[in-house]
Structures are given as structure tokens and as C-alpha cells.
């Protein structure tokens, strides 16, 4: 089966304080994702990666970057956390072809606390 | 963008109880999912199902493409059902998935 993990399952950090999350996938999935999850709101789209060193914004995209220095790897930054980044974030693979085509697999997800 | 709506929003049931659970898309899709998180926060996949109709054990999916819905129906429920139940789309050429806002299960012992 494939796994996502990722490296932190709770974090509190500062206002202002530069954050990492990193997400990192087995089955060497092309397409990587990363979401956040906020009550009543879903799961929105920060950004998305379809190749190394490749990135898209999704419909979030202020306040965050991302980095796909390997395929098996993809990292959101949040380079000065705000309190309105409290959030889950969800990270998530998928192949774009054969079987299970573009059938997502999440990470257990992070949740982030910025006080 | 495409609008995806779930309802209902929330759903208590007893167990034993059967439901069915409704998406509506906006657009035409390629790709439909259903996903169901649990309540410590895992994602878990239970269908990909873009058109016609799946089923895998107490649950199944049905996908009518050209009146743009899909059911999700659980029989038999158990505690275990509970959690949000995710329906997510792809419309047309974008490669990326679009999740409804979700139904809330609770299935009381």
C-alpha cells in the first residue's frame, strides 16, 4: 500500500516563526498536494507539484511556498506563520496513470497551532 | 470553479441503520471521489468512481455523470462509519481534485 507521511503530527509555533512541513511518499508518485482542512470550509488546495522541482498554486496560495527537491518528497513553508494559519494540513500522492489513476492517498495529516 | 455540495450536512443514525449520502457537482467531471475521514483526522479513499455504480462490502457508490450527482450509500452502519464522509471532483481539463464541505456521520451504539 502506499504511504504518506508526515514528519510532524502536532506543532505550536510562534507568530512570525519560519515552519516547515514535510511530506514524504513510498510509491513514487509523480503528483503531490498539499491541503488544509478548516471546520465548515473542507479541504482547500495550498499548492501542488506534478514533478520535481515543479509547482502550481492551488486556491490558497498566500502565505505559503513549497519545495520539490525529489520526487519522493514535498514541503510547505510557511515563511512567517500568522494565527489565521492555524489550520490541519493535510498532505496527499497520486499517479497520474495505470491503476488507481489519480486516486489520492493522504498523510495523517499536521496539525498546526500558531500563537 | 466547479461547486461540489454534500448533503446532508450532518447525519445521526442508530446502528444498524441504513443512509445515503449526496453529492452535486456543478460541471461536468473525469474524476469523482469519495473519501472518509475518521475522527482522528485520517483520510481513507473508498472510491473512485467517475461513472456508474461500486460497491465494496456495506458500502456503495453510484455516479449518474450526465445529471451530475453521486450516492454514497452505507447499509448496516456500525460506530466504526463514523467520521466526514469527502465526495471530491475533477472538472474537465484541471488535474487537481475539488472536496464538498462534507457530511458528519454519528452512529450511536
Known amino acids: 500500500d502506499v504511504k504518506v507521511t508526515q514528519s510532524s503530527r502536532y506543532l505550536v509555533k510562534r507568530t512570525g516563526e519560519k515552519v516547515f512541513l514535510e511530506c514524504v511518499q513510498d510509491?513514487?508518485?509523480?503528483?503531490m498536494f498539499w491541503y488544509r482542512q478548516d471546520p465548515g470550509l473542507g479541504l482547500r488546495l495550498i499548492y501542488f507539484?506534478?514533478?520535481?522541482?515543479?509547482?502550481e498554486k492551488g486556491d490558497i496560495p498566500e502565505g505559503y511556498s513549497v519545495s520539490r527537491e525529489k520526487k519522493e518528497r514535498f514541503s510547505l513553508i510557511l515563511e512567517s506563520a500568522s494565527t489565521n494559519q492555524t489550520s490541519m494540513y493535510l498532505c496527499?500522492?497520486?499517479?497520474?496513470?495505470?491503476?488507481?489513476?489519480?486516486?489520492?492517498?493522504f498523510g495523517a495529516g499536521s496539525r498546526l497551532t500558531v500563537l | 470553479g466547479i461547486q461540489v455540495e454534500q448533503s446532508p450536512p450532518d447525519l445521526i443514525l442508530q446502528e444498524g441503520a441504513n443512509s445515503t449520502l449526496r453529492c452535486n457537482f456543478s460541471?461536468?467531471?473525469?474524476?469523482l471521489q469519495w473519501f472518509h475521514q475518521n475522527p482522528w483526522g485520517q483520510l481513507i479513499n473508498l472510491f473512485y468512481?467517475?461513472?456508474g455504480t461500486k460497491q465494496n462490502g456495506r458500502l456503495s457508490a453510484t455516479t449518474v455523470a450526465t445529471e451530475r450527482y453521486s450516492l454514497l450509500y452505507i447499509s448496516s452502519s456500525q460506530t466504526t462509519d463514523s467520521g466526514v464522509y469527502f465526495c471530491?471532483?475533477?472538472?474537465?481539463?484541471?488535474?487537481?481534485?475539488?472536496f464538498g464541505s462534507g457530511t458528519q456521520l454519528i452512529v450511536l451504539p
Open positions: 460541471d461536468s467531471v473525469n474524476n
Open positions: 507539484s506534478y514533478d520535481v522541482k515543479m509547482k
Open positions: 471530491a471532483v475533477v472538472e474537465g481539463s484541471a488535474r487537481q481534485l475539488t
Open positions: 510509491m513514487d508518485h509523480e503528483n
Open positions: 468512481i467517475p461513472s
Open positions: 496527499a500522492s497520486s499517479s497520474p496513470g495505470g491503476r488507481g489513476a489519480n486516486v489520492l492517498t
